[in-house]
């Protein structure tokens, strides 16, 4: 209900000109209200992750997104979205090391509006998968706030969530085993090779290797529609 509420607000923005009209048309993606019901096969799935200067969601900056699709269960390497974010000052933060980024890469990045509009015009009503996804949406909607005043719409999967479902029910308490569930874990357990770790296009695609193993394992529990695979 909260959503619905916001979503009507941002619309009524738009009607009134207040919104730039790229962002209305990202807004407007969430008319469909059929989107729950339709079969994981028709679903497109946004993988995404975000590289940051930190894990502070107050303080820290998103320096580079990466993202790939999954039609239903199929990664399509050619439905991807790469871009670095401009920042001209990282602080003292080692994160730009460990990403392998240089601080004139950074210099030449694009500006964080342009990097977060372009974000949105490729997700659109897609679905958005990430791995502890609470960070990297709570790092996106730091920047959407500051700039248009509204969250993202996107229905939200967390891979590290969905396996531990999957594999444990949803009672499985992981407070004595958090490393179990760690991307580095779960891409090993499920045979998944480590390539072009730490950096946002590299993990987005690792990580929708991983996704799209769990997709076919939550089929198989009988999950068939986006509606199971959200709430079951």
């Keep these: 209900m909260i959503r619905f509420i916001l979503h009507k607000n941002a619309e009524r923005r738009c009607k009134r000109g207040e919104l730039p009209s790229g962002i209305c048309g990202y807004i407007r993606c969430f008319d469909d209200s059929h989107l729950l019901s339709r079969p994981l096969d028709e679903v497109r799935f946004v993988v995404f992750d975000t590289e940051t200067t930190g894990f502070d969601t107050s303080n820290d900056v998103v320096i580079s ?8 269960f199929k990664i399509n390497v050619n439905d991807s979205f790469e871009v670095l974010i401009r920042r001209d000052s990282v602080g003292d ?39 502890h996804a609470d960070y990297d949406v709570a790092m996106i909607n730091r920047m959407l ?22 594999e444990k029910g949803p009672y499985y308490n992981l407070a004595h085993k958090s490393g179990e569930y760690r991307l580095d874990t779960l891409l090993e357990r499920y045979g998944i090779r480590l390539y072009d770790r730490h ?13 799209q193993m769990l997709l076919m394992k939550a089929e198989k529990s009988g999950i068939k529609t986006l509606r199971d695979l959200l709430l079951k």
């Design 145 to 166: 706030r500051k700039r248009y005043g509204f969250d993202l719409f996107n229905q939200v999967i967390d891979t590290a969530s969905l396996a531990k479902r999957l």
């Design 199 to 211: 950096t946002a296009a590299g993990d987005a695609y690792l990580t929708a290797q991983l996704f």
């Design 93 to 131: 933060s080692e994160a730009v090391t460990t990403h392998g980024l240089l601080l004139k890469d950074l210099h030449e990045g694009a500006e964080e509006k342009d990097a977060l509009n372009g974000f949105l015009a490729y997700t659109g009503d897609g679905v958005l998968v990430a791995q």
């Design 65 to 72: 997104i990466g993202a790939v699709a999954l039609d239903g």
